[in-house]
Structures are given as C-alpha cells and as structure tokens.
C-alpha cells in the first residue's frame, strides 16, 4: 500500500461582507476602533422582543456575476459572491486559480444556516395572494445555492459541498476544505458562510426561542459576552470566505502566505436542538482533536475566539468547556468573543471569526471582548476586558458551537513565508 503524503494548507486569500464593514479590512478596522455592527430596530408590531440586530447599509455590488446567475441568487448568496471575490482578487490579483490548478482541483465549500428562507417565505406569499411566484423560487430555497454560484462563476469543477450547521458552519466549511487539501483531493478551495435573515418571520422563528437578546434600551448591554447581565445574542447578517491552497503549490506561485490550518476538531453533542451538552464531552473532544492534529500543546496556542454568543446558558458551558479541555492553562491564555462587535453572523459567523484570527495573528492584536462590564463569576478567564492587547500570537484557535449539537474548532498558525 502507497502511504497517502499529508500536505500543508495555506490561506492565500479572505474577504467579508459584515454590518462592521464591506471588506475584511474594514471589519477588522471597526473592530480596532470599537465600532458596533448593530443598532436598535423596533420590531414589536411583528410581536419580536428583541431590539438590536446587525444590517448592512447597502447591499454590495455584485454586477461582475452575470444576470444568468445574479438573478437567482437569495441574498445570503450574493453576500457570500461578494466576499468570495475579494478572497479570489486577494489570492490570485487579476489572475484564476485555473491559471495554476487543474479545473477538477479548484473546489468550493459555502455553507449556511437557512439559506433563502427570506425569499422563500416572500415568494410562498406572493404565490398564496397571486396564485403565481417566482420561476426561481425552488433555486432560492436551494442551500447549496451559493456553492454553486461560486463553482459556475469561477470555474470550479473540483470537490464541493455545503454543510448546514447553524452557527458552526462557517468553522465546518473551511474545516472541511483544509482536509480536501491535505489528504490530495483538492489543491485550492473557497470556503466560509453566508446568512441573511431579516423578515419579521425568520427573526420571531428565533426570538420565540428566546435566543435572542432581551435588552430594550442599552446597546452596551444588547451583546455582552460573559458578562453577568447578558440576555441572548444578536442576530446579524453576513458572509465571510477564505481561500486556501496547498502550501508548496501556493509559495511555487509567489503566493502571499495570510496564514496556516493546522488542526481541525469537529464532534456532536448528540443531546439537544439548542441546548449545548451538559457534559461538554464533545466540545472537550473538539478542542483536543484540533490540538492533536496541529500537535501543539495547550500552552502553545496564544489567542482563543470564543463562540461567545452572550446567551446566559451557552456562555458558560463554552467557558467550562476551555477550562477542561485546557486545564490550568485556560486561566494563561487571552479569550475574546468578537460577536461583542460584529452580532452573531450564523453560517457566517465560524469564517468571518477565522479570519479575524488571522489578522489578530498578522497585526499582533488580541482584540478585547466589548462591553465586558460586569463580569460573571462562573465566566472567569481572561476575556480581554480592558482593550485590545499588543501580543505576539504564533497560534489561534477559533471555536464554534452550534444549534444542532454542532461543536468546531480550527487552529490557526502564522504563515512561514
């Protein structure tokens, strides 16, 4: 038997459509300058309870896709067209991945939470009042819609897929695509997330879970991860992508290197629709089985992104879940939810974390956990509450949990050029 050769995997590209900014640089700007992507929008006529949510100002402008394609696409798909052409042009400039790879080794991994369901809903009311809907509609309920897109737009005829995993699909679809690569069925990959849900429907689907935040009035208190006073998460929309190749065809290129994947953990709570695990087995497993791949040691990782949502239940099992998976280390390690800045982003919300990971790595920034306040006891790591923090970061591991039981991690390591 022929020992397969496992290869390195690289991110030579990453763009994000967030309410903190039209591109990458501009959401992590935001983030520097403790900007918030969400305001107070008063939905209490629909019968929601939650106040804050993140939106865009303007839809980015995606008339490079063809009218063939753009059409088709629900709004989370053009969100993630846009981001994945600034991961493209950052990665490749005015050139194609087919310039370098076979289109067969060229794939695309986008995933989501609800896809279209906006404009699924729309065009069922349209159909009910009119008798007539769209001639698309059955495509802008389609998950794997965006995927598709991203495959016909830039010629990638290699190994796609579209995982659904709530908040954790973002981590998942570029967990999965890193081990495209690396076990040889890909050479390079677009991956991340895309979700847009703003009709009165889709926000009461969540609210009346009470997921959502509770507070009514003060912004600093709509989403403040690990503090005392946290009440529920707050909804945004968003898409984030990356591109990765593998590293010896990426530096042949005169690739610029944005970083490295180095590990990837992904185990099921198998326990509950919303709630996460009491035991924290599986996201314990997460974090071990990424950190084993990568093999590093607990002391080695420099800067953990927390799922940090600020819903008072799943805070404190993600906290409990760093503590024993990490053992006295958790207590040395800077721990940070930029969920405090952007909302929570969903599909998105994994991908756009990556790459904030990798700049917090490239500028040697842990950025702080915002509106960390009024800390709650049993959250007692060290959250970055006083601003952001001057490091030098070598390794980040980005987690993401998940309705559904989803729980996944990525490790993340600065790129040896």
Not at 83 to 88: L, M, V
Not at 253 to 280: C, H, M, Q, W
Not at 355 to 382: E, F, K, M, N, Y
Request: glycine share 10%; proline share 3%.
């Amino acid at each position: 038997m022929i020992k397969q050769q496992i290869r390195r995997v690289v991110v030579t590209g990453y763009g994000a459509v967030t309410p903190l900014g039209m591109s990458a640089a501009q959401s992590w700007q935001s983030i520097m300058d403790y900007r918030l992507g969400y305001q107070k929008h008063n939905l209490s006529a629909a019968g929601i309870h939650s106040c804050f949510y993140g939106e865009l100002e303007n839809e980015p402008e995606i008339r490079f896709v063809p009218a063939s394609i753009r059409r088709r696409l629900p709004r989370f798909a053009r969100l993630s067209m846009a981001a994945a052409k600034e991961a493209i042009e950052q990665a490749f400039g005015d050139g194609h991945p087919q310039d370098y790879y076979p289109d067969t080794a060229c794939g695309a991994i986008i995933g989501t939470g609800w896809a279209g369901q906006d404009e699924s809903i729309a065009n069922h009311d349209q159909y009910r009042d009119t008798g007539l809907g769209s001639t698309f509609g059955c495509i802008f309920s389609m998950p794997n819609v965006a995927t598709a897109a991203c495959s016909q737009f830039w010629g990638l005829r290699g190994y796609q897929n579209t995982p659904v995993a709530a908040c954790a699909t973002g981590t998942i679809a570029i967990g999965d695509a890193f081990e495209a690569i690396r076990s040889g069925r890909a050479s390079m990959m677009l991956a991340g997330g895309g979700e847009s849900l703003r009709s009165n429907t889709s926000i009461w689907n969540i609210d009346i879970l009470r997921a959502l935040s509770r507070e009514q009035e003060d912004i600093t208190r709509a989403c403040c991860p690990f503090s005392l006073n946290r009440s529920g998460f707050v909804l945004s929309e968003g898409a984030a992508v990356v591109c990765l190749e593998e590293r010896e065809s990426a530096i042949a290129r005169g690739a610029t290197l944005l970083g490295e994947i180095v590990g990837y953990g992904n185990f099921s709570d198998a326990t509950d629709f919303t709630a996460p695990a009491d035991d924290k087995l599986a996201r314990v497993a997460t974090i071990a089985f990424a950190l084993q791949q990568a093999g590093i040691a607990h002391d080695d990782v420099d800067y953990i992104n927390a799922h940090g949502t600020s819903t008072q239940l799943n805070d404190k099992n993600a906290c409990e879940a760093i503590k024993l998976a990490f053992g006295d280390a958790a207590y040395r390690i800077p721990v940070s939810s930029t969920k405090s800045y952007s909302g929570h982003l969903i599909a998105a919300a994994g991908s756009f974390e990556t790459i904030v990971c990798l700049q917090a790595i490239r500028h040697g920034t842990v950025p702080a956990t915002h509106h960390l306040s009024s800390a709650d006891p049993q959250c007692d790591l060290d959250f970055v509450a006083e601003g952001h923090r001057q490091a030098t970061l070598t390794y980040a591991l980005n987690l993401s949990f998940g309705f559904g039981g989803a729980n996944a991690a990525l490790v993340l390591r600065r790129a040896e050029q």
